[in-house]
Structure formats: structure tokens, C-alpha cells
């Protein structure tokens, strides 16, 4: 067998490779599309974990009593980079996190970029983990 053969046969072999493995993120439920329903942050100290906000689609907005100067009551719960600086030097650990209405999807964590790129109520497509407990959001539709 000559070069280009052989270079021809593995360009071949990578694009089916690249093809087998385009639809099967969606065959797997890895990539999923539903309605974004709440949104929260939960951070971590040595001795407890608390919900520092959270908004759903279900009712009003809870905001942690020491937190009400860095969340608005109502609109876009947003985290400012700042803000984000701020939770993550007074607590151990902080998280974003969605719930994400589909089928077989749950509450994962997402970044701050991400947790700040949906609303509640939005459509939005996220791309799991394998775990699925963290997700990427790769789309949104805003609600009206």
C-alpha cells in the first residue's frame, strides 16, 4: 500500500469516526433541551451548606438574609464577577446550579458564565457530564 493510500484510509476511517459519534451525544442523553424551571447558589463552609438565592418558576424569589444587598428582589438573577470574587473568598465552595426540565435531566452545577446566561423560565439546550451532575449550556431561547 502506498502513502497516499494509507492517508486516504485514515482521513476516510476519521470522518466516519467523526460522524458515528455526532448523533450519539443526543442518542445517549448526554445533550438534552428543556425548560430551565429554578435556578440557585449553594455554598460551602466547613460546617454547613446553605442556598445563598434562589428563584423559580413556582414562586418568589428566596434571597439568604445575609445576601439581600447582592441580589435584586426580581428580573435576571445575575452574578457580576465581583460578586463572584466576594462568595468564593467567604465560603469554601460556591455553586451554580439549574433545574433543567427533561427528560432524565436533574440539578447540575454550571459555571458562573453559564448560571448567568439563562433565566428562569428560558428553554435552554445543556450538554451533560457523564455523571450529569455538571452541564454545560450550549443554547437558550429566552421566555417572554
Same mark, same amino acid.
Given at each position: 500500500?502506498?502513502? *497516499? ?11 466516519? +469516526?467523526?460522524?458515528?459519534? =455526532? ?9 438534552? *433541551? ?14 454547613d451548606?446553605?442556598?445563598? /438565592?434562589?428563584?423559580?418558576?413556582? +414562586?418568589? *424569589?428566596?434571597? =439568604?438574609? =445575609? ?5 435584586? %428582589?426580581? +428580573? ?12 468564593n ?19 447540575? /452545577?454550571v459555571?458562573?458564565g453559564?448560571?448567568n446566561?439563562?433565566? /428562569?423560565g428560558?428553554? %435552554?439546550?445543556?450538554?451533560?457530564s457523564?455523571?450529569?451532575? *455538571? =452541564?454545560? /449550556? ?7
Amino acid at each position: 500500500m502506498n502513502r *497516499r493510500t494509507v492517508l486516504t484510509s485514515v482521513g476516510t476511517l476519521a470522518t466516519a +469516526g467523526g460522524l458515528a459519534t =455526532a448523533g450519539c451525544l443526543t442518542t445517549l442523553g448526554i445533550t438534552e *433541551r428543556g425548560r430551565v424551571t429554578a435556578k440557585w447558589i449553594t455554598a460551602t463552609t466547613r460546617t454547613d451548606t446553605r442556598r445563598l /438565592v434562589y428563584d423559580s418558576t413556582e +414562586g418568589e *424569589r428566596l434571597i =439568604a438574609e =445575609a445576601h439581600a444587598s447582592d441580589f435584586a %428582589a426580581e +428580573g435576571r438573577l445575575f452574578v457580576s464577577q465581583e460578586l463572584h470574587r466576594r462568595l468564593n473568598a467567604r465560603y469554601g465552595d460556591v455553586e451554580y446550579r439549574v433545574r433543567h426540565d427533561c427528560s432524565g435531566c436533574g440539578s447540575p /452545577v454550571v459555571s458562573r458564565g453559564d448560571f448567568n446566561s439563562v433565566s /428562569v423560565g428560558d428553554v %435552554a439546550e445543556l450538554t451533560y457530564s457523564e455523571s450529569g451532575e *455538571r =452541564a454545560t /449550556v450550549i443554547g437558550v431561547q429566552q421566555s417572554q
